[in-house]
């Protein structure tokens, strides 16, 4: 079983790695404004249900802060990346700046909506394992979490440069999306969650 929760703690940090990726890159949806992360956030919601629900919440702690701490790294080794001057031949260090930069406020407002949203996440999945099913569970741990994950990260990171009305409609759009996304996988985290298990 160890070996497994190993696969499971891989996986779900090379998928918030590729999601915070993806996250540099906006689209609308029926009005919505997404990022392009939403593609890979069914792996890291399966993950971190699966985790939650196999090994409890204290190993999901320990898989998430894990998680953190490679963002963080990844985060710290990119801005060394950009501002290492490149060989005279590398023509695209203006792009490639462009694409990477992010600012402190950013950084911020994603690291404190990520550990709150997905040690809530984590939580309400284990607190009433023995009372209410996995779909429930799981259902409502993503509308709890994501809408917090989603309203830190918009109030921290554009607070005072979008109005209020631009970010109500982030956190609601992308809590709705995500929650949809747990809906329609959850047939997925379930199969793998009684795979594991027996």
């Given at each position: 079983m160890e ?61 998430i802060l ?51 949203g997905s ?80």
């Amino acid at each position: 079983m160890e070996k497994k929760n190993n696969y499971i703690f891989g996986i779900y940090c090379a998928a918030l790695l590729i999601q915070n990726i993806l996250a540099l890159k906006t689209i609308d949806i029926v009005g919505f404004t997404l990022t392009t992360g939403i593609l890979i956030s069914p792996v890291v919601f399966i993950m971190q249900d699966v985790e939650s629900e196999l090994f409890g919440y204290k190993k999901a702690r320990q898989m998430i802060l894990l998680a953190y701490l490679m963002n963080f790294v990844f985060t710290l080794v990119v801005g060394l990346a950009i501002i290492i001057p490149p060989a005279p031949f590398y023509v695209n260090q203006k792009a490639f700046s462009a694409l990477f930069a992010t600012t402190p406020r950013i950084v911020i407002a994603s690291f404190l909506a990520y550990c709150a949203g997905s040690l809530t996440n984590s939580k309400i999945m284990t607190l009433n394992k023995e009372k209410h099913s996995l779909f429930y569970r799981a259902i409502s741990s993503t509308v709890v979490g994501q809408f917090l994950d989603n309203s830190i990260f918009a109030f921290v990171a554009f607070y005072g440069t979008l109005p209020l009305n631009s970010i109500f409609m982030m956190i609601i759009g992308a809590t709705i999306f995500e929650t949809m996304y747990e809906v329609v996988f959850y047939p997925v985290t379930k199969d793998v969650i009684n795979k594991l298990r027996n």
